[in-house]
């Protein structure tokens, strides 16, 4: 009887350190799972970063460039300077114009007309080759002020909207406004056009071209040296 109950507590024992030592080597392997370090996710390469970024970017964020300032030009140089007034002795009367380019060297045609003084001017590279006494708009259809360029060329033209010949036609609008030859008188006016003398108008067709700029005030008289610009 004793003889069993040792045997018994021998095995209980055996078993006991057999659980032991197991539990001692499981504890051993998990801490050295533990303690080896992690390996780090590979970092994205470096254009993976800038396209996500430039994805998610708001356009409107981007700073725009700066121009670079103009530099302004010299006034003796600029061909929008007035050079030279032609000199006018006769009366400058209804009907009347008067041309001289001789020895004018070529350059941009600029033309003004000033409704106040009733005149046209024809500038080449700011010399003054060109005037005439002018009809314009009456009550009922004024010529506008501004800056026009000249968007139609037509010798013969008929107007489509009032059916009379307009010779030498420069369009200034899409609404008809326009240089032409007409007869011009006083007391005389038109519908918003520009009516000048038509030896003048020829002469005008002939030196322009689509795209030069008629300027149009309403009092602007210039003098040597100054800006051709509208006013």
Known sequence: MTKQIAMRISAAILVIVGFSVLGLMVLGLVRAIAAEPMASAPAPAETEVQEKMAAVADPTDVVPEQEPALVPQTVSNSPFVVKRILQIDEPFV??????????????????????????????????????????????????????FPITQKSKDHVSNIYHVPMPYMLRLTND?????????????????????????????????????????TNGKRLGLGEPIVAG
């Open 176 to 216: 008809g406004i326009a240089i032409h030859a007409a007869e011009v008188k006083w007391g005389y006016g038109t519908r918003g056009c520009i009516g000048v003398p038509e030896e003048f108008a020829r002469l005008l067709f002939e030196q322009v071209e689509l795209g030069d700029r008629v300027i149009v």
């Open 94 to 147: 209804h009907g009347y114009y008067k041309w001289d380019d001789e020895g004018v060297p070529d350059g941009e045609i600029v033309i003004t007309v000033d409704l106040k003084a009733e005149s046209i001017s024809v500038f080449r590279d700011g010399y003054e080759i060109g005037a005439a006494v002018i009809k314009f708009g009456d009550a009922l259809k004024p010529t506008p002020t501004g800056v």
